[in-house]
């Protein structure tokens, strides 16, 4: 029978860890590149509705936000529990969106202004009276394409 | 005695990498945003206004969907359950009986299709100031259905292929066929707030 194994060499060799950091690089790489860092915080209670027929919002820098629901327990002494606005970082009422769209526009390259959506994120439990202003406001600023944010799910009713 | 191998400690290395690791583990946020997409009508300027205001449709052409404060449903006068939506405006949207109350067709000129009927249809959605956003996005969805169903069922027949399979040229003459306008009217104020 043929001998595989040298004579004298009996203990196990050590494992190289010198590959561990580029498993390791690699995984890095990957949270990097899908990470995005959420850059406001939401200070109204939102948990979108459900839908069949969504669609991926592409082109993430073109969207501008607009949140909509009850104020959060710890900002509820101060604003009450009726749903309000929340543009960026903070409460706002529904004159300030003309204002807030104005500004997000002035950001965006003149070519790519027409592109611009905003993406009306919407608590299921709000009703359509304030949802309904701030669609008024928007169409009054001229900033016509919106999203109803919803979560895909299987069926709705 | 060995000849020193070019190799450093790369231990330390891997602590740093899983430093890092965690952090973006930590601070990533897996939120695809996903929505329906719609578009508001501008506001119209007087001139406008006064056209619109002449300009009658016809009541066969208005697919009248009322939503009501308690959000209960009326559709073209009945009061319906909302899993009865989708097949109704499926009905009204592609008439395939050609029955007299259902929309009107018009010849147009479409690509891929040529000189062919076009439906003149429009949904009509009103909402009350009191309706939930739940219930007015269940309705948004189940018409955008419609339209996405009857869309496909075109896609099929006509090019042998789903809907979202087919280059832009091919939708466009089919969104053209079947055109998706939703018209949304001021709503009403019955149930406060």
Excluded: C
């Excluded at chain 1, 948990?47 to 991926?56: F, H, L, M, S």
């Excluded at chain 2, 897996?30 to 119209?44: A, E, H, N, Q, S």
């Excluded at chain 2, 955008?144 to 280059?167: C, P, S």
């Amino acid at each position: 029978m043929a001998k595989f194994r040298e004579e004298g060499s009996k203990e196990i060799p050590q494992i190289s860890t010198a590959s561990l950091p580029d498993i390791i690089f690699m995984l890095i790489f990957f949270f990097m590149v899908s990470t995005t860092i959420r850059e406001t915080q939401l200070m109204v209670e939102n948990t979108v509705p459900g839908a069949t027929e969504v669609k991926k919002l592409e082109r993430k820098d073109l969207v501008s936000y607009i949140y909509i629901g009850k104020p959060k327990r710890q900002f509820q002494d101060m604003y009450g529990t009726e749903p309000r606005i929340q543009l960026n970082d903070s409460f706002a009422k529904v004159g300030d969106i003309r204002d807030y769209i104005a500004t997000e526009r002035k950001q965006l390259d003149e070519s790519e202004r027409p592109k611009m959506t905003t993406s009306l994120k919407v608590d299921e439990d709000t009703k359509m009276g304030v949802v309904t202003d701030v669609k008024l406001a928007l169409r009054k600023a001229s900033a016509l394409k919106i999203n109803y944010s919803a979560r895909e799910v299987d069926r709705v009713y | 005695m060995a000849r020193p191998k070019g190799e450093f400690n790369a231990a330390p290395m891997a602590d740093i990498a899983f430093l890092l690791l965690i952090f973006f583990l930590v601070a990533t946020t897996f939120d695809v945003d996903t929505g329906i997409m719609r578009k508001l009508p501008p506001i119209p300027d007087e001139e406008q206004q006064r056209q619109q205001d002449d300009k009658q449709i016809k009541e066969r052409n208005v697919f009248e969907v009322l939503i009501n404060s308690n959000d209960q449903l009326l559709v073209e006068g009945d009061p319906m359950d909302i899993s009865n939506l989708r097949e109704s405006a499926k009905e009204f949207i592609v008439n395939p009986r050609n029955e007299t109350d259902l929309p009107e067709m018009e010849m147009k000129e479409v690509p891929f299709f040529g000189e062919t009927e076009r439906t003149k249809g429009i949904v009509s959605l009103q909402n009350d100031r009191g309706t939930s956003y739940e219930m007015y996005m269940k309705v948004q969805n189940e018409l955008t259905a419609a339209y996405n169903e009857v869309h496909d069922d075109l896609a099929m027949r006509k090019f042998g292929q789903h809907y979202k399979e087919l280059t832009k040229e091919k939708k466009d003459a089919i969104d053209e066929k079947y055109p998706m306008i939703i018209s949304e009217a001021e709503p009403k104020n019955v149930g406060g707030n």
